[in-house]
Nanobody, 123 residues
Framework: QVQLVESGGGLVQPGGSLRLSCAAS????????MTWYRQAPEKQRELVAT???????NYADSVKGRFTISRDNAENTVYLQMNSLKPEDTAVYYC?????????????????WGQGTQVTVSS
């Protein structure tokens, strides 16, 4: 069973930095796209950044120049380095993996979400 486990959230002051990690496990050979979403209270979930297995990236306009997404394909792990954090970045951050190929060569076997990690930017 595929699982995504996020870590790295917490409380940080405005202007500070955090690094989120998301490790995927469960018989995975490869993952095409790994994406970070976030959802603030009473708002819809929104895409923050995405990265393909080939390294192509895409960012929400609101985080361009401040956030950097990266991944380790061998470890099926994606990272989100968040700098110059603002109070409006406060949200639960979710990891998403799509286009998963299993060790048996089957797939894509579905899309999966992590449980979310809270990021709070406040003084």
């Amino acid at each position: 069973q595929v699982q995504l486990v996020e870590s790295g959230g917490g409380l940080v002051q405005p202007g500070g930095s955090l690094r989120l990690s998301c490790a995927a496990s469960g018989g995975i050979r490869s993952i095409y796209a790994m994406t970070w979403y976030r959802q603030a209270p009473e708002k819809q979930r929104e895409l923050v950044a995405t990265i393909t297995s080939g390294g192509s990236t895409n960012y929400a306009d609101s985080v361009k120049g401040r956030f950097t997404i990266s991944r380790d394909n061998a470890e099926n792990t994606v990272y989100l380095q968040m700098n110059s954090l603002k109070p409006e970045d406060t949200a639960v951050y979710y990891c998403y993996a799509g286009g998963i190929i299993s060790n048996d060569g089957l797939g894509p076997i579905g899309d999966y979400w992590g449980q979310g990690t809270q990021v709070t930017v406040s003084s």
